[in-house]
C-alpha cells in the first residue's frame, strides 16, 4: 500500500450513514451513574476537507462519501476495507473524525474507534469511544457516548441504539444544560442534572424523554422524578412551566404551576391556576403573538373572593362573595416605514385587587390606543385613553375619558433667514361618566432662529402664537372654581416672543476640562384670557431646573404664562478622566407688576421667583449622584429637596433617593401634599452565583408637614428581603415582603415568595 495521505470517494451508501446520523441521533451528554462523562473530549470537531482534484461530481442519488485517511488499506479476501490515521468523512453536511474505521463488506458491519467525533448540519458535535453500525445505514450501537448540543445542553450514556426511524434509546444516560467547567477551565459537576434508567430521544420532535429518572441539584441526595419530557434547542414547545411557591396573610400558601400551550411558532399560551391555601384559587391566561408587523399579549386574572366597598370607612368591611379579576394588554403594529399602531389594556374589577394578590402596587390604570405616523418633518396621530382610579378618595366619574386626541405637527424653513416654523394643529375630547365635559381646538405657530456670534454667544429668538377654541359642559361638577371655566364656547389668542443667550466659557481647572456657561432668558407676553377656560392639563405646577428656561412654564395647553420676564442662570461643568461633575441654578423675575395666575407655593406667585438648581456628580459606572432643589427667595427654605444616588457595579450596588416638599400650597389647588420620604434598595454579590438584596420605601412625614398625615414622622410603607442564586442554568431565589397599611382587603402583614426555574425544563 502506499504511504501518505490517500483521497478516494466511495461510491457506497455506508460510512456516511452509520457513523454520522448514528453518532448525532444518539445525542448523550455525561453525568453520574456509572460510566457517563460530560466533561469535553480533547477531540477537535471534523471539518470537511477540502474537494479532491479531478474528483467525479457527485450526485444526491448516488450518495457519495467523501473520505480521507493517513493510510488505506483493502483485502480483496476478507473485503474488510480499514482506514486508519486521521480518518475524516463527509456526507451531506454531516462529519466524521475517528483514529480507525473497519468495514467489513462481507457482513455489513462498520466499526469507528478511537477518538470520535461527529457534527450534524445543525453543529452539534458527538463523541464516543466505538460505534458500531450496519449496512442498513439507519440503526447501531454507540458505547459511552457524549453530544455537545449546538443549542446548548449535553447527553451522555453508556450505551445507545438508535432505531430504523431515527428514534435513540439511551440505558444509564444523563442530561444536564450546565456549563461543566469552571471560568479557569477546571471540569465541574453541573448545577443540576438529570440521571435516568431509560432515555429516549427523538430528534424530529427535538424532545428528550425520561423513565427511572432522578434530578440532582447541587450534589445533593437526588430526588425521584415521574416520566416527562424536555425540549433541546432553541424552540419551544407545550408543557409545565417552572412552579412558583409563597405565603401572604390574607391568601395564606400559594402554589402556582404554569403550562404553556405551542399554538404556532409565533404565538403561545400560558395557563397558571394559582392554588391557595385560605382563598378560592384564581386563574391567569397569558396569550402572546408575534408577526412580521408587530407583536399583541394579554393577561388575565380571575377569580372570586370577599372585597372591600367602603374603603374611606375607618374599618371598612367585606362585602359578599364576588368575581374579581384584571386584564392587561398590549399590542403594537409597524404597518409601514412611517405607520404605527399600538395600545394598551389595563382594568381591574375593584380597586384592591391588584395589591391583595401582588400583582401590581398602582394607582392608577390607562388604557389608550394610537395611530401615528412619522417622517423627517412631520408627526400626525390619532390617540385616545382611559383612566381607571384605584386611589381610595378619588371619584371614577371624575376620571376624563379623551377620545379623540388629533395631534399634527410640521417643520419647516422660514425661506428667508434660516429660521424654522413649527406648525401644530390639536384637538382633544374629554368626556366625564359624572363631570364636566370639555372639548379644544387649538392652531399655533413656533419660529426659532438660532445664531452665533464672533466672540461665541449661542443666541435664540422665538416668536409664538396660537389660536384656541374652548367648549364645556357641566361646569358645575368641577368644585375648583378655577379649574371650571365658563359654560359654552370660548377663544383665546396667545403671543409671546423671547431672546435666549447663552455664552459658554472653556479652559482648564485641576488638569481637567471646565466649561461655565451663564444664561439670560428675555420673555414678552401680553395678558390674555386664562380663567375664563377650563384647565384640564395644566393643573399641576412646580418651578424646577426642567421648566426654569421654558416659554411657559405650565405642564399643559390649558394655561398659559401671560407675564413678560427676565430668567437668569448659569452652568458649570468640570469634567477629568472618567468623572464628571455637573451643576446649575436659576431664578427668574417678572417684569410686569399685574398680578399673575400662578398660585402661591408653585415658585411663581411673586415678582423674584424661588431659586431652582440641579447638581449632578459621576464616576465612571461606580457613582451618580443627582441633587434637586429649590429655595425659597426670601428665607432660603428648602420647597424642595430630592436626592438619587446609586453606587456600586452591577453586581453589588446601593440605591437611595430622598424626596422632601415643604410648598405650602392650597388643597383646594393641588391633592399633592407636603411631603417626605426615604427609598432605599442594594444587592450584595457575596459569592460569584449568590447575592442579597433588599429595598424600602419610609414616609418621614410629620403632622406640621401635612396635618392630614397618619404618619408620626418615621413610618415604614413597604420593604422587601432576600436572595438569589442565578448561573447559566439555574435560578433559585427566596424574597420576604411586608405592607405596613391596610388598603381594604389588601391587609398589612408578611409574604413570602419562593423562585426556582431550570434552564430547558419549563424554561
Known amino acids: 500500500m502506499p504511504?501518505?495521505?490517500?483521497?478516494?470517494?466511495?461510491r457506497i451508501d455506508l460510512l456516511t450513514g452509520c457513523a454520522v446520523s448514528l453518532a448525532l441521533a444518539c445525542g448523550l451528554a455525561s453525568s453520574p451513574v456509572h460510566a457517563q462523562d460530560f466533561q469535553s473530549r480533547p477531540v477537535p470537531p471534523p471539518v470537511q476537507d477540502a474537494p479532491v482534484a479531478n474528483a467525479p461530481a457527485a450526485t444526491p442519488a448516488e450518495d457519495q462519501v467523501q473520505f480521507s485517511a493517513n493510510g488505506l488499506e483493502y483485502d480483496t479476501n476478507t473485503q474488510i476495507v480499514t482506514a486508519t490515521g486521521e480518518v475524516r468523512m463527509f456526507r451531506q453536511g454531516n462529519r466524521l473524525r475517528a483514529d480507525k474505521v473497519v468495514w467489513n463488506r462481507q457482513t455489513g458491519k462498520v466499526v469507528a474507534t478511537g477518538n470520535i467525533a461527529v457534527t450534524n448540519p445543525q453543529g452539534d458535535i458527538a463523541y464516543g469511544d466505538e460505534i458500531n453500525l450496519t449496512d442498513s445505514l439507519k440503526d447501531g450501537v454507540v458505547d459511552n457516548m457524549l453530544v455537545v448540543l449546538e443549542q446548548g445542553g449535553r447527553l451522555a450514556?453508556?450505551?445507545?441504539?438508535?432505531?430504523?426511524?431515527?428514534?435513540?434509546n439511551l440505558k444509564t444516560a444523563a442530561y444536564t444544560p450546565c456549563a461543566v467547567g469552571s471560568s479557569a477551565g477546571c471540569p465541574k459537576e453541573p448545577t443540576w442534572k438529570i440521571t435516568a434508567v431509560r432515555v429516549t430521544y427523538r430528534p424530529e420532535r427535538k424532545r428528550i424523554y425520561y423513565a427511572g429518572a432522578r434530578l440532582h441539584l447541587f450534589g445533593l441526595p437526588s430526588l425521584p422524578l415521574p416520566k416527562f419530557s424536555n425540549p433541546v434547542g432553541g424552540d419551544s414547545d407545550s408543557g409545565l412551566l417552572s412552579p412558583n411557591g409563597g405565603y401572604s396573610r390574607v391568601n395564606g400558601l400559594e402554589v402556582s404551576v404554569p403550562y404553556y400551550f405551542k399554538l404556532a411558532p409565533n404565538q403561545g399560551l400560558i395557563v397558571t391556576p394559582h392554588i391557595y391555601s385560605s382563598v378560592l384559587p384564581m386563574a391567569q391566561v397569558d396569550y402572546s403573538a408575534l408577526s412580521t408587523k408587530g407583536a399583541f399579549s394579554v393577561r388575565a386574572y380571575a377569580t372570586e373572593s370577599r372585597r372591600s366597598d367602603d374603603l374611606n370607612t375607618a374599618n371598612p368591611t367585606d362585602t359578599e362573595m364576588a368575581f374579581r379579576g384584571y386584564v392587561d394588554g398590549m399590542a403594537r403594529y409597524q404597518l409601514s416605514p412611517n405607520w404605527t399602531a399600538s395600545g394598551s389594556l389595563r382594568l381591574t374589577t375593584d380597586r384592591t385587587f391588584l395589591r391583595r394578590y401582588d400583582i401590581s402596587r398602582d394607582d392608577r390604570l390607562r388604557t389608550t390606543a394610537s395611530l401615528e405616523r412619522i417622517d423627517d418633518t412631520s408627526y400626525f396621530a390619532v390617540s385616545g385613553w382611559y383612566a381607571q382610579t384605584l386611589r381610595v378618595k378619588d371619584s371614577q366619574g371624575q376620571q376624563p375619558i379623551a377620545l379623540p386626541e388629533i395631534d399634527y405637527r410640521k417643520r419647516f424653513d422660514d425661506g428667508l433667514i434660516g429660521g424654522k416654523f413649527q406648525l401644530q394643529l390639536n384637538t382633544l375630547a374629554l368626556t366625564r361618566t359624572d363631570g364636566q365635559d370639555t372639548q379644544r381646538a387649538f392652531a399655533s405657530l413656533q419660529w426659532d432662529l438660532r445664531r452665533l456670534t464672533n466672540w461665541g454667544q449661542e443666541v435664540t429668538f422665538t416668536a409664538f402664537a396660537r389660536g384656541?377654541?374652548?367648549?364645556?359642559?357641566?361646569?358645575?361638577?368641577?368644585?375648583?372654581?378655577?379649574?371650571?371655566?365658563?359654560?359654552g364656547?370660548?377663544?383665546?389668542?396667545?403671543?409671546?416672543?423671547?431672546?435666549?443667550v447663552k455664552w459658554p466659557f472653556i479652559g482648564t481647572f485641576l488638569g481637567g476640562t471646565q466649561r461655565f456657561t451663564p444664561r439670560i432668558q428675555l420673555v414678552a407676553a401680553p395678558k390674555f384670557a386664562n380663567i375664563t377656560l377650563p384647565n384640564e392639563d395644566s393643573r399641576a405646577v412646580d418651578l424646577d431646573d426642567t421648566n426654569l428656561f421654558s416659554l411657559n412654564?405650565?405642564?399643559?395647553?390649558?394655561?398659559?404664562?401671560?407675564?413678560?420676564r427676565a430668567t437668569y442662570g448659569g452652568e458649570w461643568a468640570f469634567d477629568l478622566p472618567g468623572i464628571s461633575f455637573t451643576t446649575n441654578v436659576g431664578q427668574s423675575y417678572r417684569l410686569s407688576t399685574r398680578p399673575t395666575i400662578l398660585p402661591d407655593?408653585?415658585?411663581l406667585s411673586d415678582r423674584f421667583s424661588d431659586i431652582v438648581g440641579r447638581t449632578e456628580l459621576r464616576f465612571r459606572d461606580f457613582v451618580s449622584i443627582v441633587h434637586r432643589y429649590r429655595l425659597d427667595k426670601d428665607g432660603f427654605a428648602i420647597r424642595r429637596n430630592e436626592i438619587d444616588a446609586t453606587i456600586g457595579s452591577r453586581a453589588t450596588y446601593v440605591l437611595v433617593g430622598y424626596l422632601k416638599l415643604n410648598r405650602n400650597i392650597d388643597a383646594s389647588i393641588e391633592d399633592l401634599r407636603d411631603r417626605e420620604e426615604i427609598r432605599a434598595a442594594g444587592r450584595v454579590q457575596f459569592a460569584r452565583f449568590w447575592s442579597a438584596f433588599g429595598s424600602a420605601v419610609v414616609d418621614l412625614t410629620n403632622k406640621s408637614e401635612d396635618p392630614l398625615s397618619a404618619s408620626d414622622g418615621f413610618t415604614p410603607i413597604r420593604h422587601r428581603v432576600g436572595f438569589q442564586y442565578e448561573d447559566d442554568c439555574l435560578r433559585l431565589g427566596a424574597t420576604w415582603r411586608r405592607t405596613y397599611n391596610n388598603t381594604g382587603d389588601a391587609r398589612k402583614g408578611n409574604s413570602y415568595l419562593l423562585t426556582l426555574a431550570f434552564t430547558n425544563l419549563g424554561r
Open 489 to 500: 364656547f370660548s377663544q383665546r389668542a396667545i403671543g409671546a416672543v423671547a431672546v435666549d
Open 468 to 487: 384656541d377654541l374652548y367648549n364645556t359642559n357641566d361646569t358645575l361638577a368641577t368644585t375648583n372654581l378655577s379649574y371650571r371655566g365658563l359654560e
Open 157 to 168: 450514556a453508556k450505551q445507545g441504539t438508535r432505531d430504523a426511524d431515527g428514534t435513540v
Open 601 to 603: 407655593g408653585t415658585g
Open 553 to 564: 412654564r405650565f405642564a399643559g395647553y390649558d394655561r398659559f404664562e401671560d407675564s413678560s
Open 3 to 10: 504511504k501518505g495521505l490517500v483521497r478516494i470517494v466511495l
